[in-house]
């Protein structure tokens, strides 16, 4: 079993900035991408930015420029550096892991969640 534990949300002025961190712990063997989700009240999840193990990244648009995904392979932690917040990046963000555990099981695991609210 693979346990995904965010922490570092709060509440910030905009043109604040905020860095989320995220750890994967349990029966891993291997990590292979690792991400970073968003949900605002009413509307769908959407990915935010993502980091595959071998270091390539993807971020969506209206977050390109100003937030920075970044992974530590070794501690098996990823990290979000979000800076020049906005009032609309305000959501419950969630990281996300897959790969394999140490019994060859693929995994895909959620965090809880973590709170992003970016006053005006």
């Known amino acids: 079993q693979v346990q995904v534990v965010e922490s570092g949300g709060g509440l910030v002025q905009a043109g604040g900035s905020l860095r989320l961190s995220c750890a994967a712990s349990g029966s891993i063997f291997s990590i292979n991408d690792m991400a970073w989700y968003r949900q605002a009240p009413g509307k769908l999840r959407e990915l935010v930015a993502l980091?595959?193990?071998?270091?390539?990244?993807n971020y969506t648009d209206s977050v390109k420029g100003r937030f920075t995904i970044s992974r530590d392979n070794a501690k098996g932690t990823v990290y979000l550096q979000m800076n020049s917040l906005k009032p609309e990046d305000t959501a419950v963000y969630y990281c996300y892991a897959n790969g394999r555990t140490s019994y060859g099981q693929s995994y895909g695991s959620w965090g809880q969640g973590t709170q992003v609210t970016v006053g005006s």
């Open positions: 980091i595959r193990s071998g270091g390539d990244t």
